[in-house]
């Protein structure tokens, strides 16, 4: 059974996730009844894409290195919002082939979040159709918890 | 590479030309260099070569494709298509975006693998030259793409509509099946369009081919396939591309009842909206093809929910011929 004040917020490569962290800082600033994981998924590099061993696992570190650093960033809005830094946890998790969406809806599952936090990008229809969207995802499928989906 | 005497009386006899010298090709890394008479030599097997292949669809810019070879079996003279290994990495323009696509031999390799022996997939198989290369020597489908096929039957839309289009989604429901399968392999095809689906003229077969693009799609993985599928899709329903200006030029009477909303959200001058156009096909029809217009609120994001929608409505077009 989810727990409404464990908090599963998600970044990722683009500023509308940083924006969605800020968002839960002004909100939950100064609390310590919630307990925030902040979540980055990691999607290793397609083989086909990348053919080359190195140019594969170079490509794979520097993805991996921009998460970390949005994941410690999103951290340090957090705490600095006077959110107790034990209350503040930090996950890479790596897709396993499953879409983003679904990666974090299985991390809310496991975790027993009772809210997610999501970024939205603002997609054209266009991009919607091609690429989907994360959020819109997330919405449609999240049945047992709270889905706030900052624009 | 080195020349062969021995081979010239063969490949004389199997190409039909007054060839010169024959060279015998072991490496086909540099295959820019490679000419119609040579043999190559992969994994014990021989195929000589006729010439390249050539893109066929955008008439006037047709343009050689050197990495892929038309040839024939050495032994028993079946015609054949040659894939040389050729990396590329580009961006594709669809409509106002752009997406980053790749050229993959081995995923080409991969799939024909796991489609051997599925007639609606292309057959062949990988073998390697000398330099490793993965080269891919795929059977010749006798027949043509999916348009050729459709612009034969002589008629105008609304008889196309009663005797063919209820077959024509029958065989195409088929194609889409087989392309919800490779996805639940966890493989994309890549290039879905309408001349990469060959109707095959002596087993009747709908085979999709070409398989070497891939891209990185994050969220929504088989999204392009799904794009593609809807533009084959409305393709077979109207027998023709129908754009803003083919609506003007050709059906007046829908222009003012066209909205943006009835537009492909990627290719904004292509109508997915065919009711307007052709009033008397089914809603059932239609509303599978507004999944793939502006005005969708919900687009689809597998294969099986489109085909969930598309069989009961095949059903609910006229009988038509067999």
């Known amino acids: ?43 290793a590099p397609e083989p086909d894409a990348h053919p080359q061993q190195e140019q594969r696992a170079a490509a794979a570190a520097q993805r991996k290195q921009l998460l970390l650093e949005r994941l410690e960033a999103a951290r340090q809005v957090l705490v600095g919002a006077r959110i107790p830094a034990y209350n503040v946890s930090t996950q890479l998790q790596e897709s396993g082939g499953r879409t983003i969406a679904e990666t974090i809806m299985a991390a809310q599952r496991q975790g027993g979040f009772g809210t997610i936090v999501v970024g939205r990008r603002g997609l054209s229809k266009a991009e919607e159709f091609l690429f989907g969207s994360v959020s819109n995802s997330i919405v449609h499928n999240a049945t047992d918890c709270a889905v706030w989906v900052i624009s | 590479m080195r020349e062969a005497p021995e081979l010239l009386e063969r490949a004389r006899e199997l190409t039909g030309r007054r060839l010169k010298q024959v060279r015998l090709i072991t490496d086909t890394t540099e295959f820019m260099n490679l000419e119609p008479g040579d043999v190559l030599e992969l994994q014990g097997r021989r195929y000589v070569l006729k010439g390249s292949e050539y893109e066929g669809r955008f008439g006037l810019d047709e343009q050689p494709k050197y990495w ?48 051997k022996g599925n007639p609606n997939f292309m057959q062949g198989i990988t073998l390697r030259d000398a330099a490793d290369n993965q080269v891919r020597v795929l059977d010749r489908i006798h027949g043509g793409p999916l348009d050729q096929h459709l612009q034969e039957l002589e008629c105008d ?154 069989t009961p409505a095949i059903a609910e077009l006229p009988q038509g011929e067999a």
């Not at chain 2, 015609?79 to 050229?103: H, N, Q």
């Open chain 1, 1 to 43: 059974m989810p727990i409404w004040n464990r908090i599963l917020a998600t970044v990722d490569e683009h500023d509308s996730s940083m924006q969605a962290v800020r968002y839960l800082a002004g909100v939950l600033g100064g609390s310590d009844a919630c307990r925030v994981r902040i979540m980055a998924v990691y999607q």
């Open chain 2, 68 to 115: 892929v070879k038309r040839a024939l079996d050495w032994e028993d003279g079946t015609p054949k298509i040659i894939k040389l290994v050729f990396y590329e990495e580009f961006d594709m323009s669809l409509g106002e975006i752009t997406v980053r696509c790749y050229r993959s031999p081995s995923k080409e390799g991969r799939i024909l693998a796991l489609v």
């Open chain 2, 157 to 310: 839309h609304r008889e196309y509509y009663e005797r063919h289009l209820r077959r024509v989604l029958s065989k195409l429901l088929v194609a889409f099946e087989a392309i919800a399968w490779l996805h639940n392999q966890g493989e994309r095809h890549g290039d879905v369009r309408r001349d990469h689906l060959f109707v095959d003229r002596d087993s009747g077969a709908w085979s999709w081919i070409d398989f070497d693009y891939n891209f990185e799609f994050r969220q929504n993985p088989y999204g392009l396939d799904l794009f593609g599928l809807g533009n084959v899709l409305a393709y077979a329903v109207a027998r023709r591309d129908v754009t803003h200006h083919v609506v003007r030029e050709h059906y007046p009477q829908a222009e003012d009842a066209l909205a943006p909303d009835d537009f492909s959200p990627v290719i904004r001058n292509r109508v997915m909206n065919l009711k307007k156009v052709y009033p008397y096909l089914p809603e059932s029809l239609n509303n599978v093809l507004l999944h793939f217009s502006r005005g969708a609120g919900v687009f689809y994001e597998r294969v099986e929910e489109m085909m969930a929608e598309l």
